[in-house]
């Protein structure tokens, strides 16, 4: 410490030098902070170098504060907005993810930006099987999906088209159905080495409702669908909805604009068992065998209907009461497919208005319950009747026009053609 106390520390700090054997230059001529001790000056450095630690150190824990809220403002703002579900296809480079588990408001459910995952029912353990082009669990057959966003955004162009030739005096809505897949598959079987291929139908609805003009009314379902996937709401054996599946979207209609739902505890319920569905014969796994629902509608109905030959007939019932086991019992709806049927409704909820109903067979079992809240109905299956949209729209002073359609068949050109056609 003598060392430092010399107030004539050059000639020490010299001295010192040369006894280590040292060439240090001796400190005069320096400038005066190159003049002092080496400890003092080792310290300032190191309290310099401490003080510039600490301000990066500072620095870099506001930047990743930043980003972290950064990151949570993105993740809240896509929670209250929408959830952004890109859809993935075999020949599109976009990630697809599946619907979001986020909580929205009742207020937000039919936004067509929201899907919400359904909480399917799975025991975590049991696997599936392909068979027949089906993915097959618990004894239910699943068909696979892949549409793509360029089917998406065709879809949504041929619905633009409707909305464009019939004018600002109608009113255009879409709905796209998710079939069982979607709705009933748990999400550890899809996309695995061992599971079902499926790409996801929320991102594939998501992109044709948002390649629709500003001017057509999309029919988000799914939401409605998601919330009771537990229920009875798909068949096992076969690739549609059932009556109560239909029964929900139809609520989800009926509430986004404002209308009156039907209470089905309050309707007389039909049974017929032993459905055996499409996917029977696609596959040599044994199925569940299903059974067929519908409402007898508490209310007087008459029912023109053309079939394929041109021919009309008509009927006071929207169903097939006298439709037994089999393969055919879907048909209890609507008495099968036909091109064209005209119902008139006596619902006291019935408005003085008129709505066309355009659809393959999905259309078939939700098409009874819009009798309860328009005067007429016209069902139109658009992969037999060979009217004009438009035209036929201007005889009958149709007020709206609704798209119902599986999300197999929007997704298929041959499918939309067909609607085009009418066009």
């Given at each position: 410490?003598?060392?430092?106390?010399?107030?004539?520390?050059?000639?020490?700090?010299?001295?010192?030098?040369?006894?280590?054997?040292?060439?240090?230059?001796?400190?005069?001529?320096?400038?005066?902070?190159?003049?002092?001790?080496?400890?003092?000056?080792?310290?300032?450095?190191?309290?310099?170098?401490?003080?510039?630690?600490?301000?990066?150190?500072?620095?870099?824990?506001?930047?990743?504060?930043?980003?972290?809220?950064?990151?949570?403002?993105?993740?809240?703002?896509?929670?209250?907005?929408?959830?952004?579900?890109?859809?993935?296809?075999?020949?599109?480079?976009?990630?697809?993810?599946?619907?979001?588990?986020?909580?929205?408001?009742?207020?937000?459910?039919?936004?067509?930006?929201?899907?919400?995952?359904?909480?399917?029912?799975?025991?975590?353990?049991?696997?599936?099987?392909?068979?027949?082009?089906?993915?097959?669990?618990?004894?239910?057959?699943?068909?696979?999906?892949?549409?793509?966003?360029?089917?998406?955004?065709?879809?949504?162009?041929?619905?633009?088209?409707?909305?464009?030739?019939?004018?600002?005096?109608?009113?255009?809505?879409?709905?796209?159905?998710?079939?069982?897949?979607?709705?009933?598959?748990?999400?550890?079987?899809?996309?695995?080495?061992?599971?079902?291929?499926?790409?996801?139908?929320?991102?594939?609805?998501?992109?044709?409702?948002?390649?629709?003009?500003?001017?057509?009314?999309?029919?988000?379902?799914?939401?409605?669908?998601?919330?009771?996937?537990?229920?009875?709401?798909?068949?096992?054996?076969?690739?549609?909805?059932?009556?109560?599946?239909?029964?929900?979207?139809?609520?989800?209609?009926?509430?986004?604009?404002?209308?009156?739902?039907?209470?089905?505890?309050?309707?007389?319920?039909?049974?017929?068992?032993?459905?055996?569905?499409?996917?029977?014969?696609?596959?040599?796994?044994?199925?569940?065998?299903?059974?067929?629902?519908?409402?007898?509608?508490?209310?007087?109905v008459s029912n023109d209907i053309t079939d394929d030959s041109g021919n009309t007939d008509t009927y006071d019932s929207v169903y097939y009461e006298y439709a037994e086991a089999g393969t055919l019992t879907y048909g209890v709806?609507?008495?099968?497919?036909?091109?064209?049927?005209?119902?008139?409704?006596?619902?006291?909820?019935?408005?003085?208005?008129?709505?066309?109903?355009?659809?393959?067979?999905?259309?078939?079992?939700?098409?009874?319950?819009?009798?309860?809240?328009?005067?007429?109905?016209?069902?139109?299956?658009?992969?037999?009747?060979?009217?004009?949209?438009?035209?036929?729209?201007?005889?009958?002073?149709?007020?709206?026009?609704?798209?119902?359609?599986?999300?197999?068949?929007?997704?298929?050109?041959?499918?939309?053609?067909?609607?085009?056609?009418?066009?």
């Amino acid at each position: 410490m003598a060392y430092y106390n010399n107030r004539n520390y050059r000639g020490n700090r010299t001295s010192t030098y040369q006894r280590r054997g040292r060439t240090a230059a001796p400190y005069q001529g320096r400038s005066r902070h190159e003049s002092q001790p080496p400890r003092r000056r080792r310290n300032r450095r190191r309290t310099r170098n401490r003080i510039i630690i600490v301000a990066t150190g500072l620095v870099i824990l506001a930047l990743i504060i930043a980003l972290i809220s950064s990151v949570f403002s993105c993740i809240c703002s896509s929670g209250k907005g929408g959830n952004t579900i890109p859809t993935a296809t075999k020949s599109t480079e976009v990630e697809q993810t599946s619907a979001s588990k986020t909580k929205v408001k009742k207020t937000d459910v039919n936004d067509p930006k929201i899907y919400i995952e359904p909480e399917i029912k799975d025991d975590k353990k049991s696997k599936g099987e392909l068979s027949g082009g089906l993915y097959i669990w618990n004894k239910k057959a699943f068909e696979l999906f892949y549409g793509s966003d360029e089917r998406a955004k065709e879809y949504a162009k041929m619905v633009n088209s409707a909305k464009k030739s019939l004018g600002k005096d109608v009113n255009v809505y879409s709905m796209i159905v998710p079939n069982h897949t979607e709705m009933g598959l748990p999400s550890r079987l899809k996309n695995t080495e061992d599971g079902a291929s499926t790409l996801s139908q929320a991102g594939f609805m998501k992109t044709a409702y948002a390649a629709m003009s500003k001017d057509v009314k999309p029919v988000n379902i799914y939401n409605y669908l998601s919330k009771h996937c537990n229920e009875y709401v798909y068949f096992d054996s076969d690739h549609h909805w059932t009556g109560l599946g239909a029964y929900y979207a139809y609520k989800g209609f009926a509430k986004q604009n404002g209308l009156k739902v039907p209470d089905l505890s309050k309707w007389d319920e039909n049974i017929i068992e032993g459905f055996t569905g499409t996917f029977v014969k696609m596959t040599e796994l044994s199925l569940n065998t299903d059974a067929v629902h519908y409402w007898t509608l508490p209310y007087e109905v008459s029912n023109d209907i053309t079939d394929d030959s041109g021919n009309t007939d008509t009927y006071d019932s929207v169903y097939y009461e006298y439709a037994e086991a089999g393969t055919l019992t879907y048909g209890v709806f609507l008495r099968g497919d036909n091109p064209l049927e005209v119902i008139t409704s006596e619902s006291k909820q019935a408005e003085d208005r008129k709505i066309a109903v355009v659809h393959e067979s999905y259309g078939n079992a939700i098409v009874p319950f819009f009798t309860y809240n328009y005067s007429t109905v016209y069902s139109i299956d658009f992969r037999s009747w060979s009217g004009n949209l438009k035209k036929f729209c201007a005889e009958n002073e149709i007020d709206d026009v609704i798209f119902v359609n599986g999300v197999m068949s929007a997704a298929t050109a041959i499918q939309v053609d067909a609607m085009n056609a009418l066009i």
